[in-house]
């Protein structure tokens, strides 16, 4: 996995071009279902694809926080939400709710998530590929390729069933 994660950004930027232009030309005109199809394609890439062998997300990203996801998680920690803000999060430049610092301190050695049944909402949609509309996220979906392998097969597939 290691090697993997190793030559992903560099896979992901000698595809960020072609994938640029088949991301335009997917928002101009998406198949009608897209949805579907996108969905098939992430359950198909993850059943071979389990999460615990990488959680580079959550090694290298931090998620945003809404203030529903610092309400479940403070609440789970038995701390008030402002004492989980000042002791895990900042904001960033865009005033969202962030992590101070990556990697996320609820990682553990085993790539296990500490607050996972309370994780943050954009933690349980990660990568992002099964979700309504996709194709008005494709700039989200670029990003996730440099990160994700799973997000990079995915894309990797869609071009190949989408391109015929």
Same mark, same amino acid.
């Given at each position: 996995?290691?090697?993997?994660?190793?030559?992903?950004?560099?896979?992901? +930027?000698?595809k &960020?071009?072609?994938?640029?232009?088949?991301?335009?030309?997917?928002?101009?005109?998406?198949? +009608?279902?897209?949805?579907r199809?996108?969905?098939?394609?992430?359950?198909?890439?993850? *059943?071979?694809?389990?999460?615990?062998?990488?959680?580079?997300?959550c090694?290298?990203?931090?998620?945003?926080?809404?203030?529903?996801?610092?309400?479940?998680?403070?609440? &789970?920690?038995?701390?008030?939400?402002? /004492?989980?803000?000042? /002791?895990?999060? +900042?904001?960033?430049?865009?005033?969202?709710?962030?992590?101070?610092?990556v990697?996320?301190?609820?990682?553990?050695?085993?790539?296990?998530c500490?607050?996972?049944?309370?994780?943050?909402?954009?933690?349980? *949609?990660?990568?992002h590929?099964?979700?309504?509309?996709? &194709?008005?996220?494709s700039?989200?979906?670029?990003?996730?390729?440099?990160?994700?392998?799973a997000a990079?097969?995915?894309? *990797?597939?869609?071009?190949?069933?989408?391109?015929?």
């Amino acid at each position: 996995m290691q090697e993997i994660l190793d030559n992903l950004p560099d896979r992901a +930027k000698d595809k &960020h071009k072609e994938n640029k232009k088949f991301f335009s030309k997917l928002k101009k005109k998406p198949p +009608k279902d897209l949805d579907r199809q996108m969905q098939e394609m992430h359950e198909e890439e993850f *059943e071979r694809t389990n999460c615990l062998d990488c959680a580079n997300c959550c090694k290298t990203t931090g998620p945003l926080f809404t203030n529903k996801d610092i309400e479940r998680i403070s609440k &789970h920690l038995k701390l008030k939400p402002q /004492q989980f803000i000042d /002791q895990y999060l +900042k904001v960033d430049e865009e005033k969202d709710y962030v992590l101070q610092e990556v990697p996320c301190a609820f990682l553990d050695a085993d790539n296990y998530c500490l607050i996972y049944d309370v994780r943050p909402k954009a933690c349980r *949609e990660y990568p992002h590929t099964d979700r309504k509309d996709f &194709h008005k996220i494709s700039n989200l979906t670029l990003k996730n390729t440099a990160i994700c392998p799973a997000a990079y097969n995915i894309v *990797e597939e869609m071009k190949r069933r989408l391109n015929k």
